[in-house]
């Protein structure tokens, strides 16, 4: 079937996987830990997935399929997040673990974006620091946030029907296996096993 060639295997992966490493490199440029962590943690489980799917492992595919689950619960999580939905504020240093302030890369760098810093000297002990200002965006980085969310949910979904047709097609082949005898303890064809009366008979030969 198409679907379970080598080739279409490596191109859905591919994107998968592309699509989270672009992700994982404007996470570092932002700081943002907690989604960095499950970036990685999303990698590891698509290189898994894939790793079952060629080599047969149907019990990968279902901790793919798993993972999934959670990956489009996670992604939920960040719409909510910069949407503020449920009294989450995109302000707020939940994503860095109140490590750092930093917010997202695209706060600062987002299509036609013009960053200005200005000098704060004439506030006391701020001689060394400098405020920061971005204007002109042409779209705010929320947004931008929500879209990339958004296409993770899509590829998300596109690899649960994947997978699950994969895991099907894989049990479907273990019980056709199963039904030509390839477990039957006993074997598929028999030998003729009636006894013969000549192997029985005495044999006289004449004096």
């Known amino acids: 079937m198409l679907l379970c ?48 799917t060629i080599q047969y492992r149907p019990r990968y595919i279902v901790v793919y399929a798993i993972w999934t689950a959670v990956w ?9 997040f910069y949407l503020e939905v449920g009294g989450l ?14 917010q997202s890369w695209w706060s600062e760098n987002g299509p036609g974006c013009v960053r200005k810093e200005a000098s704060m000297s004439g506030i006391a002990g701020l001689d060394s620091h400098s405020y920061i200002s ?3 965006c042409a779209l705010e980085y929320r947004y931008i946030e929500v879209m990339h969310s958004s296409f993770q949910i899509l590829i998300a979904l596109v690899g649960f029907v994947y997978a ?6 894989f049990t479907e082949e273990e ?33």
């Open 5 to 52: 060639q080598p080739g279409a295997t490596w191109d859905a992966a591919d994107l998968r996987e592309l699509a989270a490493l672009e992700r994982q490199v404007f996470d570092f440029l932002g700081y943002q830990w907690a989604p960095i962590l499950a970036n990685f943690l999303h990698i590891i489980i698509v290189i898994l997935g894939l790793f079952g």
């Open 72 to 80: 489009v619960t996670w992604n939920i999580f960040i719409i909510c």
């Open 89 to 102: 504020s995109k302000d707020s240093e939940l994503l860095t673990f109140n490590i750092s302030r930093h």
């Open 134 to 136: 971005v204007i002109g």
């Open 164 to 169: 699950c047709y994969v895991v099907s097609v």
């Open 175 to 207: 019980d056709s296996f199963d039904f030509i005898g390839g477990f039957d303890p006993f074997p598929l064809y028999h030998v003729n096993e009636k006894p013969t009366n000549l192997l029985f008979k005495q044999t006289y030969l004449p004096a």
